[in-house]
């Protein structure tokens, strides 16, 4: 379970892709917490660096490794899903 404390904003936008997205962030420091796009209704994504620790274990998927830098590297185990 994951709990969110303190003041949070949210920028929702409609993409130049044809789909809808919401991120929360927050209000202090504009650090982005979580989002929702409406691509995939059914899940939530979560910033994995607001995480004290790794304890959640290495990413499976990546939705947006095609906008990454490249000199970002991904683990051979994560699933590339575009939008």
Partial sequence: ??????????????????????????????????????????????AAGCFPDDSFGVPTISATSSKKLPWVELPTSCRLVER
């Avoid at 379970?1 to 789909?19: C, L, P, T």
């Avoid at 929360?24 to 929702?36: A, D, I, K, P």
């Fill in 1 to 46: 379970m994951i709990e969110i404390a303190g003041e949070m904003s949210v920028y929702a936008f409609h993409h130049a892709d044809n789909y809808d997205e919401e991120r929360h962030f927050c209000s202090t420091c504009g650090t982005t917490l979580f989002w929702y796009s409406s691509v995939r209704p059914h899940l939530v994504g979560t």
